[in-house]
């Protein structure tokens, strides 16, 4: 793909059924740092026989990090479960994706948005409308991605923090602890970031299914909790409205599923950043989620969260 996404997207109009479309206008420019918003796709929208649509336009230089293929098939299967808009058509091969636009008035969400009872309640019911979904072929788990991300770096000749090695030891234990207690596997939305969660009026959807995969639910409650809460007293109320209570093994499975997806987003950002020729922040990104991190594992409960599982 070396054409612009908007030469891509007007190429594909026509075979896609839209020939009759109005032309496309970009939307939300891209902000990693500290919304990861717009990173990977260009955003369009257009109208065509009377109806609005939206369409995605995936970026060159995030070609190899995006499998087209899984998002459009994740994009497909949760939009039967009402929480996300219809995937109306495709052309995986030159990263276009077009969906329903969202209704009139909808907006994206800052944390401060979700961070209500009320709002976390309904955002629960949304992550757990994809964990309904039938199992089907999906993208990479959260422990594929790592893998990749960590071949990646070694390939591209990323610079990493001094203290890399270490903390890849820290989470490979993070990694053998949760697969050694095992997991239900459902489809997952496998994304925290609250600018995925879009408000229209009083309805909540997801979007964006990039990282959805068949793994563990309480993945995408950990994310979820290490987005929008600083501290414990928080993550504990959360997860009894997840789960009805918040036993000490459930607390130890969040923490160290939020390990292992700073981690990935530290690795994300730091590679993004070193392979863009965009000017987008994406190592602020991998710069903030490393602090975390690094917090996370110094807690002198680590090693007790590694056993309660």
Not at 219 to 237: I, V
Not at 247 to 267: F, M, N, Q, S, V
């Amino acid at each position: 793909m070396l054409s612009s996404p908007l030469e891509r997207l007007n190429d594909c109009l026509g075979t896609l059924g839209f020939a009759a479309a109005s032309e496309p206008v970009e939307v939300t420019a891209a902000v990693a740092s500290p919304l990861r918003l717009a990173t990977e796709w260009q955003g369009y929208a257009f109208e065509c026989q009377g109806a609005r649509y939206h369409a995605k336009v995936l970026f060159d230089d995030t070609a190899a990090w995006i499998d087209v293929p899984a998002s459009a098939r994740a994009s497909q299967l949760f939009a039967a479960s009402g929480v996300t808009p219809e995937l109306v058509a495709q052309a995986p091969q030159q990263g276009v994706l077009v969906f329903a636009a969202l209704p009139e008035g909808s907006r994206w969400s800052r944390v401060d948005d979700l961070l209500s009872a009320e709002r976390l309640t309904q955002l629960f019911a949304a992550k757990k409308a994809l964990h309904a979904c039938p199992a089907a072929p999906l993208g990479r788990t959260p422990l594929e991605t790592l893998d990749w991300l960590r071949r990646r770096c070694v390939q591209d000749r990323v610079l990493l923090p001094e203290d890399a090695a270490w903390i890849d030891q820290c989470i490979d234990l993070v990694r053998a602890a949760l697969t050694r207690s095992g997991w239900r596997v459902t489809p997952i939305h496998g994304d925290g970031v609250a600018s995925n969660v879009i408000l229209a009026g009083e309805r909540l959807m997801l979007v964006d299914f990039d990282r959805s995969s068949l793994f563990d639910p309480w993945y995408d409650l950990a994310a979820t909790l290490n987005e929008l809460y600083q501290f414990e007293d928080q993550w504990r109320l959360g997860i009894e409205l997840w789960n009805g209570a918040c036993r000490e093994p459930d607390y130890a499975r969040c923490r160290l599923h939020a390990l292992l997806d700073d981690w990935i987003w530290t690795l994300w950002g730091l590679w993004a950043g070193s392979v863009t020729q965009r000017e987008v922040e994406f190592s602020k990104v991998g710069q903030w989620t490393l602090l975390r991190l690094r917090d996370g594992l110094a807690d002198p409960r680590f090693e007790s969260w590694l056993r309660l599982l």
